[in-house]
Nanobody, 121 residues
Framework: QVRMVESGGGLVQAGGSLRLSCVAS????????MGWYRQAPGKQRELVAT???????NYADSVKGRFTISRDNTRNTVYLQMNNVRPEDTAVYYC???????????????WGQGTQVTVSS
């Protein structure tokens, strides 16, 4: 079994900061790409940021320069530092990871349960 558990969501004022964390646990052999996605009410889930195992990052244009994704490979953890947040950042944020399990040894996509981020104006 593999679990992804997020933390750090909440209510923040526009212009403020928030840090999300997501820990992967279980029968893990290796973790490739990790990332954060979000889904606002009435909208499709969209990519926020991704990071490879080597540390290369990719961001949605809407968050470039404001959000920073990072990871700690020793702790199977991915972070999202959110600075200068805006009301339009309000959404449920989901972490994602491409994980190779110990057995059977194959890669699958895993998702966290989601954490609510609400930005007040």
């Amino acid at each position: 079994q593999v679990r992804m558990v997020e933390s750090g969501g909440g209510l923040v004022q526009a212009g403020g900061s928030l840090r999300l964390s997501c820990v992967a646990s279980g029968s893990i052999a290796d973790i490739n790409d990790m990332g954060w996605y979000r889904q606002a009410p009435g909208k499709q889930r969209e990519l926020v940021a991704t990071i490879t195992s080597g540390g290369s990052t990719n961001y949605a244009d809407s968050v470039k320069g404001r959000f920073t994704i990072s990871r700690d490979n020793t702790r199977n953890t991915v972070y999202l530092q959110m600075n200068n947040v805006r009301p339009e950042d309000t959404a449920v944020y989901y972490c994602n990871a491409k994980i190779i399990r110990l057995f059977p040894r194959k890669q699958d996509d895993y998702w966290g349960q989601g954490t609510q981020v609400t930005v007040s104006s």
